[in-house]
């Protein structure tokens, strides 16, 4: 579990504890030929079963969730494709066609990316390089997902911070802000209830967020782990 950076070793048995599938792991994707979306009725049978149960309802607008890329398959194998660029890229273009479904339903399309910001801790530890390369290359095969889209017509959502473990590795907001912004989105939603991150809104002063673009608030969640160091304890 690569994306729960060095709070796994930190932390294991609390990790074990709330996460069990953290520590026992799970089969990796592999990669063995053309990635493709294949069939539409599971998409078209939840777009439909949402829009039966708004029915009767006054909703300003409704939003449906799609996953990223970054956020797809991001322990996999690739055994098919020449390179991580194309591999991405194909995956960003099956997404692609999720996407239109729900904007094309007349929804809100919100993508959902927990990864982007969870793989931080990992992939810093082999350079501050290697995750800007990373992450750069997922947010552009979002945005090729993206295209024709109309941004007021999608939300981002960012999570990093809400899960019942500690969060001492969690990615600063500085550091990966950069990449959040690029993706066209006109509203992001970053979710970073804990301790760790309450500071973070001062990363917005100063024109951070781009013209036209909106951030959606959220709550405080009801639970969070503090850690506290040996020598403070009473």
């Not at 048995?13 to 009725?41: H, K, W």
């Not at 947010?139 to 999608?154: Q, S, T």
């Not at 970053?190 to 967020?209: C, D, F, K, S, T």
Request: charged share 20%; hydrophobic share 40%.
């Amino acid at each position: 579990m690569a994306w729960l950076g060095r709070d796994l070793q930190r932390f294991g048995e609390v990790i074990g504890r709330e996460m069990p599938s953290a520590i026992t792991g799970r089969p990796t994707e592999a990669c063995v030929g053309p990635i493709e979306y294949g069939d539409r009725a599971a998409i078209r049978q939840a777009i439909a079963n949402f829009q039966t149960a708004l029915e009767g309802i006054n909703v300003e607008e409704a939003f449906l969730t799609a996953v990223a890329p970054a956020s797809t398959a991001y322990d996999g194998v690739n055994e098919y494709y020449a390179s991580e660029k194309e591999y991405v890229f194909a995956l960003a273009e099956a997404l692609r066609q999720e996407y239109l479904e729900i904007h094309q339903a007349g929804l809100l399309l919100q993508v959902d990316d927990a990864v982007l910001a969870n793989m931080y801790d990992h992939l810093v530890q082999q350079s501050p390089e290697r995750y800007r390369e990373w992450a750069q290359l997922r947010v552009d095969a979002l945005n090729h997902a993206l295209r024709g889209i109309p941004e007021a017509r999608v939300r981002y959502h960012v999570c990093f911070g809400s899960w019942h473990v500690p969060h001492q590795a969690d990615a600063p907001l500085e550091e990966i802000v950069s990449f959040i912004v690029q993706v066209r989105a006109g509203a992001y939603s970053i979710e970073a209830a804990n301790p760790r991150h309450e500071h973070e809104w001062r990363v917005w002063q100063g024109g951070r967020l781009p013209k036209g673009r909106i951030l959606i608030p959220g709550v405080i969640t009801h639970h969070t782990i503090t850690v506290v160091p040996v020598n403070h304890r009473r």
